[in-house]
């Protein structure tokens, strides 16, 4: 950005969402570093514009935290991350929390097991319950 306007901040909005699936929090802090290295620049003008850019952004369905908060938490359980994690990580993204099914969970488990060799231990500290850590070790199903 060369300056502060409204069509420059869009621009950078969307150079970086076609580059990166982003939340709205994601969005307003690239976009307020972005202003904040824009030489002579007013941040009275950020501060009025970046909000009506990413609400635009929104509504132009180029941003939609439910449906990142879904695809995130997915890809995570798929990665052997417990309930607890995700929902920390997708605090941390600024994303709305997701209910994981115990099913769910103790596949993560499973996969956490297969692919570290995991122990009781290394389970307690990846965030699964003992019940969850002991049924993925022993193979057992949920009830």
Request: hydrophobic share 40%; proline share 3%.
């Given at each position: 950005?060369?300056?502060i306007?409204?069509k420059?901040?869009?621009?950078?909005?969307l150079?970086?969402?076609?580059?990166y699936?982003?939340?709205r929090?994601?969005l307003?802090?690239?976009?307020?570093?972005?202003?904040?290295?824009?030489?002579?620049g007013?941040?009275?003008e950020?501060r009025?514009?970046?909000?009506?850019?990413?609400e635009?952004?929104v509504?132009?369905?180029?941003?939609?935290?439910e449906?990142?908060a879904?695809?995130?938490?997915?890809?995570l359980?798929r990665?052997?991350k417990s309930g607890?994690?995700i929902a920390?990580?997708?605090?941390?993204?600024?994303?709305?929390?997701r209910?994981i099914?115990?099913?769910?969970?103790?596949e993560?488990a499973?996969t956490?097991?297969?692919?570290r060799?995991?122990?009781?231990k290394?389970l307690?500290?990846?965030?699964?319950s003992?019940?969850?850590?002991?049924?993925?070790l022993?193979?057992?199903?949920m009830?």
């Amino acid at each position: 950005m060369r300056r502060i306007s409204e069509k420059s901040v869009a621009n950078a909005a969307l150079f970086y969402l076609r580059r990166y699936a982003a939340s709205r929090k994601r969005l307003t802090q690239v976009l307020w570093r972005k202003a904040k290295r824009v030489k002579g620049g007013s941040l009275d003008e950020a501060r009025r514009v970046i909000p009506l850019v990413v609400e635009r952004m929104v509504r132009a369905g180029y941003l939609d935290d439910e449906r990142l908060a879904t695809a995130t938490a997915a890809s995570l359980n798929r990665a052997g991350k417990s309930g607890r994690m995700i929902a920390l990580k997708l605090r941390l993204k600024g994303l709305p929390p997701r209910k994981i099914s115990p099913e769910d969970e103790l596949e993560a488990a499973r996969t956490l097991v297969r692919k570290r060799k995991a122990d009781l231990k290394k389970l307690a500290r990846a965030g699964f319950s003992f019940d969850v850590a002991k049924r993925a070790l022993q193979g057992q199903p949920m009830r």
